[in-house]
């Protein structure tokens, strides 16, 4: 299995809700450093898993839409702790959307994973992993 990992950040305030999560449930901010991993088993035509460039900038477009957001006042999120868990699908699923979408090209076509993972410190973080 082939994989490519492009690195971006996100900056976002959130509070939880749950005893379990002590200081937390207060309003908080969080940075992120995120990863995400495209894998396919064989290269394509080009000799590549997927245009870094493209998936650099899908993967920021993505972040675009979370960062230096109150993620408790995005609709989206009503209801759910947007957990790094949730947040590490969220990222996964919407750069899933891109790649049906053609955004990362049509090398991307052959993709038949990706991982995202955020991590909140250098010694904590989370993955979410789905195939295409």
């Known amino acids: 299995m082939f994989s490519v990992t492009v690195r971006d950040h996100m900056m976002i305030a959130h509070s939880f809700q749950g005893e379990v999560f002590g200081p937390a449930q207060r309003l908080h901010g969080a940075t ?3 990863d995400a991993t495209f894998r396919r088993p064989d290269l394509d ?3 590549i898993v997927v245009d870094i460039g ?3 900038e899908q993967l920021r477009a993505v972040l675009g839409e979370l960062t230096y957001r109150n993620l408790d006042d995005e609709p ?3 209801g759910l702790n947007t957990t790094t868990e949730v947040l590490a699908r969220t990222v996964a699923d919407r750069l899933v959307q ?3 979408a053609g ?3 049509v090398g991307a076509r052959g993709l038949t994973g990706i991982t995202v993972t955020l ?3 250098h010694i904590a973080w989370a993955s ?3 195939a295409l």
């Open 119 to 121: 991590h909140e410190s």
């Open 103 to 105: 955004d990362l090209g």
């Open 76 to 78: 989206a999120f009503a």
């Open 45 to 47: 035509d080009d000799g």
């Open 32 to 34: 992120f450093v995120v």
């Open 128 to 130: 979410y992993d789905r």
């Open 54 to 56: 493209r998936a650099t």
């Open 98 to 100: 891109r790649i049906e």
